[in-house]
C-alpha cells in the first residue's frame, strides 16, 4: 500500500481537507510513483521471509518435541530452509511468468483485432464509455479520441473490457527476492544451534533461546506487512505472533507424540 494512499485514508478518517489536499499534490503523486518503482518487491521479501521463519521453527519446535539431537535439528532444518525456500521462489517466479505470459497473449489478441476489424473495437470502445455514463457528442469525442491512438486504445481494451494490468515485476527478481528473504530469515531459528557447533549450548539454554529469537524476528517482519496490507504494524506483528505460537504449539505437540512412539 502507498504512503499516499494511506495518508488520503487517514485524511478521510480525519476529514482532514488539508491533509487530503497534501496528499494529491503533484509532487505527492511523483513521489509516490517513484517509491512504487523502487519498492515494489516489498511484498515478495515479507511474504517470504514469513513463511521462512515460520515452517523453518515449525521444524525446529517439532524436533524439540520429539527430543531430538541438535546436530539433527540442523540437518532438519537446512534441507527445510533450502527446499522450502527453492519451492516458494519457483513457485512466485512461474506465478510472475504465467500473468505475464496471459497478459501478453490477450494483448497480442487486441492488437490483432484493431488491425484486422478496427470497427468491432471502436464499438467495444464505444460501449464501455456509455456504461459509464457518457452519451452523444461526448462519447463521440472520446471514442474518437482513444481511438486515434493505438497504444492508448489496446491499453484501454486491455484494462476497461478484460481487466487486466501488465505485470511489473520481473518473474527472475521476485522469486530472487523470495528465496533470499525465505533463507535469510528462516535461519533465525537456527542459529542458535549453528552457534553451538562451535561454542557447545545445551539443549536447556538452545531452545529457549531460538524461541525468543524466533518470536521476535516473526514480530519485526509481521509488522512489516502493514506497508503491503491495510494493517496497523501493531496488529499485524501481534497477529503474525499469534500464528508462530499456534504453529510452535503443533509443531512440538506432533513431534513429541510421534517421538514417543518411534524413539
Excluded: C
Excluded at 46 to 70: E, H, M
Excluded at 117 to 123: A, H
Excluded at 238 to 258: D, H, K, R
Amino acid at each position: 500500500m502507498s504512503g499516499r494512499v494511506e495518508a488520503a485514508r487517514k485524511a478521510f478518517s480525519k476529514k482532514d481537507l488539508e491533509a487530503m489536499k497534501k496528499a494529491h499534490t503533484h509532487e505527492a503523486i511523483e513521489n509516490e510513483h517513484q517509491a512504487q518503482t523502487h519498492g515494489e518487491y516489498v511484498g515478495d521479501m515479507v511474504f517470504g521471509a514469513l513463511d521462512g521463519i515460520v515452517t523453518t521453527f515449525a521444524v525446529v519446535a517439532g524436533a524439540a518435541g520429539a527430543g531430538l539431537n541438535p546436530s539433527v535439528i540442523l540437518v532438519l532444518g537446512f534441507a527445510n530452509l533450502f527446499a522450502d525456500g527453492l519451492s516458494m521462489a519457483v513457485g512466485n517466479y512461474l506465478s510472475r511468468k504465467s500473468d505475464q505470459s496471459y497478459y501478453n497473449a490477450e494483448k497480442g489478441r487486441e492488437e490483432w483485432e484493431i488491425d484486422n476489424y478496427p470497427e468491432g473495437e471502436k464499438e467495444e470502445i464505444r460501449v464501455i464509455f456509455a456504461r459509464k455514463g457518457f452519451k452523444g457528442k461526448e462519447l463521440d469525442q472520446i471514442v474518437s479520441i482513444i481511438t486515434s491512438k493505438r497504444d492508448v486504445w489496446i491499453d484501454t481494451m486491455m484494462t476497461d473490457e478484460l481487466g487486466l494490468m501488465p505485470e511489473q515485476k520481473s518473474p527472475v527478481k521476485a522469486g530472487l527476492y523470495t528465496f533470499s528473504a525465505f533463507v535469510l530469515a528462516g535461519f533465525v531459528p537456527l542459529f542458535i544451534f549453528v552457534v553451538s557447533i562451535f561454542n557447545p549450548i545445551g539443549p536447556d539454554v538452545a531452545y529457549p533461546a531460538a524461541i525468543i529469537l524466533t518470536f521476535i524476528t516473526i514480530f519485526v517482519v509481521g509488522s512489516l506487512r502493514s506497508l503491503v496490507i491495510k494493517k496497523k504494524w501493531l496488529e499485524a506483528g501481534v497477529e503474525m505472533l499469534m500464528i508462530g505460537g499456534l504453529t510452535a504449539v503443533v509443531s512440538y505437540g506432533i513431534g513429541s507424540f510421534l517421538g514417543g512412539l518411534v524413539l
